[in-house]
């Protein structure tokens, strides 16, 4: 890699089949029809990546998969869409992850997944030798890794910190469980922390967005922002509390949103912008995924994402 990418995309890398919206659900034996099915790729540093490529931005996935037939159909989607795959990792032992989701009209998305390659994924698979090279470190999935170990990962973020990459987290949770200790570990360690509303719940324990934002900054992320989907976002960070609406667009399939929004926020930080502009390309990239199936197809590129920006607004309040 002669030119180090502008941001290490780390964390789940997944092989997608999306069908179009369905009238129902097939009973036991029923054939149900669908306009279209794809095969594309998931996941969250995958999504963030080729979100941040059609931003103009140089990503990189680090991250693994199994070395079969998905693993391959996923590396070169990645590598079509202009992404750096030269960092990713192909396991002997464990397949590609893959997630079914089913849309029905009307309902919210029904997802059957095989966690594969992924489990495999530790902290010492994010190569350190881009630490200060690279602008932002990010990472997607945590808390749904099992080799993720908190300790580990928060000596990775503090060696990035120390050479000058900025460092933002989004998690999944798989369940209920115990993450609070783990991520109080961590959360010193995070400059942008990014869970939805659902998540932090799971891991706090708190209802309030506000109050998780409010919680998770005094645990030592420097800004959290809190996404509510269709209820738009609250951040937290020094001397500032934001909420943010959403713009309105055609939904089609939500597969992506909260990725999509990850990447704005990025792209926001890497041109140095203030945190309201941040919010509104996050927000405008992640309102641009829902209007197409996939995590990625209906993603914005840099040219679209400005034109929309100048058309539509967003309501910003402070709170």
Known sequence: ??????????????????????DHLPAAGELVMTDRMLLTIGGCAANAAVDLTKMGVRAAVVGRVGNDVFGKVVADLLREAGVDVSLMQFSEAAQTSQTLIVNVQGQDRRFIHTFGANGEFRAANIPREYFGRSQILYLGGYLVMPNVRADELAEVFAAAQQAGTRTVLDVVTPGPGSYLPGLKQLLPHVDVFLPNSHEAEVISGVHDPLQQAELFHEFGAKTVVITMGGDGSVLVTNGLRLRAGVYQVPFVDGSGGGDAFD?????????QLPTEDCLRIASALGASC?????????????AECEAFLKEQSLRIERV
């Open 1 to 22: 890699m002669s030119v180090p990418p502008d941001v290490l995309c780390a964390g789940i890398v997944v092989a997608d089949h999306v069908c179009m919206p369905i």
């Open 263 to 271: 990447a704005g926020y990025i792209h926001g930080m890497l041109q």
């Open 290 to 302: 829902v209007r197409a199936i996939g995590t990625t197809p209906g993603v914005f590129t840099r």
